[in-house]
């Protein structure tokens, strides 16, 4: 292959023995065919960021498994053509495997964001309080102007409601990715069973705030016809994107 080529994913095979804690010991024959197919397609680990496991097999103490069995490969030609190229294992919260995030390092070109009205805020609390508070007007006018006052002052004060309320909640997943990141790896280190559940608990709240980043993505990719319960981000950052390119060409 001599055009820029990137394999990743679950290979089912670990490197070698430092890449599994728990259960057999490592034989040859469990990586020898492995080694020999990235050799011969000239490909090179990425490497990575975050715990050394992709893996678990979901059970704690003596029965507790970990391997590192998700992994990225180039070749030469790819990694010259983004040199900034890193891989971050995230944390394991819909699967027994953690999900990849790959950064190419490419800048994007900052697009001007308008006013979006998103439907998850009508079940806030203190959505129709703010909208009532501010639906006023304190002079005489024809009926287009009033409604026109009125519209741009709902609109300036849910801008400000939106990064005082929901603004935070992508930042509280960030701070929770990192938290269940700690939690993970002290597990990794002492399965034991008290471990393992400050571990859920921490994945638990974590979920809370993923199911309001899914409405988000939702209404914002268009994707009205998703069925409800089904998350898939990368999807949803796909038709984003490509929305962008358009507005930008």
């Known amino acids: 292959m001599d055009i820029p080529w990137l394999a990743g994913g679950d290979f089912n095979v670990i490197w070698d023995e430092e890449e599994k804690f728990g259960g057999l010991p490592v034989t040859l024959n469990e990586v020898n065919d492995f080694r020999h197919w990235m050799n011969t397609c000239n490909l090179f680990d990425l490497g990575f960021k975050g715990s050394i496991y992709t893996w678990w097999n979901g059970r704690a103490e003596e029965d507790c498994i970990f391997k590192r069995l998700d992994r990225c490969m180039t ?18 919260i819909w699967s027994d495997h953690c999900p990849m995030l790959l950064k190419c390092d490419l800048e994007t070109i900052a697009i001007k964001k308008s006013f979006k009205f998103l439907n998850f805020w009508t079940k806030h609390s203190t959505f129709k309080d ?48 990192e938290v269940v990141k700690v939690h993970e790896a002290q597990f990794e280190i002492n399965p034991t069973r008290a471990n393992r559940e400050r571990l859920c608990k921490v994945q638990v709240e974590l979920i809370k705030f993923l199911a309001l980043e899914e409405q988000f993505w939702k209404q914002k990719a268009g994707m009205a016809w998703f069925n409800d319960g089904d998350r898939n981000t990368k999807f949803f950052h796909a038709q984003v994107n490509g929305r962008r390119k358009i507005l930008q060409l």
């Open 130 to 177: 703010v909208v009532k508070a501010n639906w006023q007007a304190y002079f005489e006018a024809n009926p287009f102007t009033l409604f026109n006052h009125k519209m741009k002052r709902v609109k300036k004060e849910l801008s400000i409601w939106r990064k005082s309320t929901y603004g935070e909640i992508f930042k509280k997943i960030s701070s929770l990715e």
């Open 75 to 92: 070749n030469i030609e790819f990694q010259q053509m983004f040199p900034g190229i890193e891989v971050t294992h995230l944390p394991k």
